[in-house]
Each structure stands twice: as structure tokens, then as C-alpha cells.
């Protein structure tokens, strides 16, 4: 095989790689999330895999008999939505200043049932004050 | 000499940072923070050994070289 | 024993490099600053020092990869030799600092985020940048000293260089997951640092620029003198004929 052949095999390999990213990367949605007015609105769809993005609201968080089941509400100031999940929470998911994006999709009771929490952490960040007691 | 007295350094730092952080605070997530830096040390590391590598090399022909040069 | 003393070796000795080891001893004040002075952020606590590391990487990628753009194009005006080489050193210091900042960003957002990685925009684009420029690393490899190599690898680094905006722009253009900038010209006031947060960023930025020049500095030497062995050769070569 030619040098020059190698290259361009080569070359299409990445092409065709990079290709596929952009395509998984855009596919279902040409955002990477949705507010929860958007996904409120298609509840009705329930096969599609979606992210949401909202803010905790820390009142309706109640947790399951087994203390691995969760139910809790998240809204975006307009809409409120309804969303279980069963695991682990992130350590900030309570933190009043993170936002949550959801991972999962709607059942038929249009909860949203989450696959996988991601915390989107304040992007402010706040020095400690010294503590005089350590 | 240099080496050591860097490596000593290096050292203090490390530990004075895992002191003072055990004595404060939730320890969990000291891992991940320890690993990233760990990352970018050995990153360098094992550039800076890439670098040495090629310069010896380079040593090794221009010496065959000469010695080529001689003969001829 | 031989073993250590293999792998020690090569360090000791690029240790004796004077620039080096300034870069190194500035390397341990950064730590000392990061560790010791800077304060605890807090929502997130002693991960936020993470911050510190990240960014600074990714400043100097995006600056080494500003240069490969800048050779490559006086490569196509001049067709010098030199602009190659730094165009290639350039290049390759900066995959080594596009790892670091992926890597740590990797590490950062297991902790913090919940997941190791997601498809946001700006973690999909940064993917991109460092998929490109081994591509450019690659063709050099596999092309040795030709010309046309040399010339598929300048269209590289230039038409490359155009994901570099979008990187940086990404966190502003589209909804993602990443932080937005709290430094430079596309910061919100909102979000800026805390004064000892951003003194400590700052010299992060300093040091790992000053660690990048001497990276490329030693490389660009290496490759000159490369190019140098292989004239003579082919000289001797040529008069042997």
C-alpha cells in the first residue's frame, strides 16, 4: 500500500468518526436540552429519550420506602413537572444555586422517569471565609 | 541533586495539602482532585522522557556520522 | 534496579535543561498557590481547584493551535521550512495540553456533574479539536519529511484552526451543561471570580504558558536538528554516488 494511500484512508477514517459525533451528538434534538415548558409540552411522546433542564423545587422531594426511590418536582419558573428516580442523587442535586438536567423520558402518567441525573453547577464561584475555629 | 531537592519539594507540597484538607471537611471527592493533578504531572513526565528519547537518538546518529566521516 | 535507574535517567538529565527546570520550580509555586493560598469555593469545596489546572490548559491549547494556524498559513506564503517545524512542535505540545484539559475536565465533571462525559456542545467540539490535530500529528508521522506531506498537514492545521472559535463560543451559542466563562472578553460580570480565585487563575495561566514555550522551545530543536541529519546524509549520500 502507497503512503499516499494510507493518508487518505486514514483521513477518511477520521472524517467519517467526526461524522458520527456530530450526528450523535445532534440526533432527537438539535439542542442539548430542553426547558421543562418545551418538554411539557410533548409528554404525550414517550419513546423518546430526552434531556430537560429545570431548578429543584426542595419541597415536593419525597423520597421512597426503600430510601432509593425518589419523586420530586422541577421547574423553569413557567412549568412544573413531576419526575421519579431510582439511584444515587449527585452530591449538589440540593444545592438551591444547581440546576438539574434529567436524562429519561415520560410514562404513560406523563412522570418523568429519569435515567440519569446531571447537576449543571452554578457557574459563580464563591470563596470561603476563613474559618477562625479550625 | 536538582532532582531530589524538586522532588522534595513536590513532596511537602502534596502532603501539606493532604493535611490540611483531611482535617477539614468531606474527603470524598479529594480523589478525583488528587487524580487530575496526578494527570497533568505525568503528562509532563512522560512528554519531557518522549523529548529525551528523540535528543538521544539524535546523539547516537550524529556520532555514527562522525564516524562514518572518518573512515571516508 | 536497572529498570528505575532507566526511567530516571532521561529525567535527571532534561532536568539539567536550565528552562526546564525554571518551568518545573514555577510548576511547584503554581501548586503551592492552587493548594495552599488560593481559598475553598463554596458550593463545590477543594474540587473547584480543579479550575486552576483546566483552564490554563485549555488557554495555552488554544494558543498553541493559534500558532499552528499562523505557521501553517506562512508556510503556504513562504513555503519556509521553519514555519513547518514550529507549526509541528506547536502541534504536538498542543495535543499534549488538549489531553490534559479534556482529561481533567473528565475528571472534574464525575464528581460535580454525575457523569464522566456527555454529549453538551462544548465537551462535543473539544472532542473535535483534539481528534483534528492527531489527525495533523498523524499525517506528519506517517509522511516523514515529504513535501506533499507537509502541505496536506498546513491545509490541516489552517481549515482546523475555524473549530477553535466555535469551542470557546459554545458555552454562549448553545444550551449546555458547562460553565460559563468567568474570565476574558465573553464573561459575565455577573460571574466573576473572587479577587484571590482570580490572581490564582492568572498565574496558573502564566506559568503553564511560560511551561508551554520551553516545551515547544525543546521541541522545535529536536526537530531542526532532525531535519539537519537528515541533509547531510542525503549530501554524503549523493556524493558516494
Known sequence: ?134 | MKKILLSLLCLTTLCSLAANSVTSQSTNNLIFLFSAYLVLWLGFFVYVIFLKTKQKDLQSEIEQLQVTLDKS | MTLIKKLCMPICSAIGNFWLLLAGVLLVADLWVIFLWAPRDTALGDIQRILYLHVPAAWVSFFAFFIVFCMCTWYFIKRSDKADRIAHASAEVGILFTTIFLLSGIIWAKPVWGVWWTWDPRLTTTLIMWLIYSAYLMVRAYAGSDKRAERWSAVIGILGFFNIPIVYASTIWWRTIHPQQMVGPASDPSNALPDPMRITLYFSVLVFTVLFFVLLNIRYNILSAERKIAIIVDQSNHERV
Open chain 1, 1 to 134: 500500500m502507497t503512503t499516499r494511500r494510507k493518508y487518505f484512508i486514514f483521513i477518511a477514517l477520521v472524517v467519517a468518526v467526526l461524522s458520527y459525533f456530530t450526528y450523535d451528538a445532534m440526533k432527537g434534538a438539535a439542542v442539548y436540552y430542553l426547558t421543562v415548558t418545551e418538554a411539557v409540552g410533548q409528554s404525550s411522546d414517550q419513546d423518546t429519550v430526552i434531556r430537560v433542564n429545570g431548578k429543584l423545587v426542595q419541597a415536593s422531594f419525597v423520597r421512597g420506602g426503600d430510601r432509593i426511590e425518589s419523586h420530586f418536582d422541577v421547574t423553569d419558573d413557567i412549568s412544573i413537572m413531576t419526575a421519579h428516580f431510582s439511584g444515587v442523587l449527585p452530591d449538589l442535586f440540593f444545592n438551591e444555586n444547581s440546576q438539574l438536567v434529567l436524562e429519561g423520558s415520560f410514562d404513560e402518567e406523563s412522570v418523568f422517569q429519569v435515567q440519569n441525573i446531571l447537576v449543571k453547577c452554578p457557574s459563580k464561584y464563591v470563596a470561603e471565609e476563613e474559618k477562625s475555629s479550625a
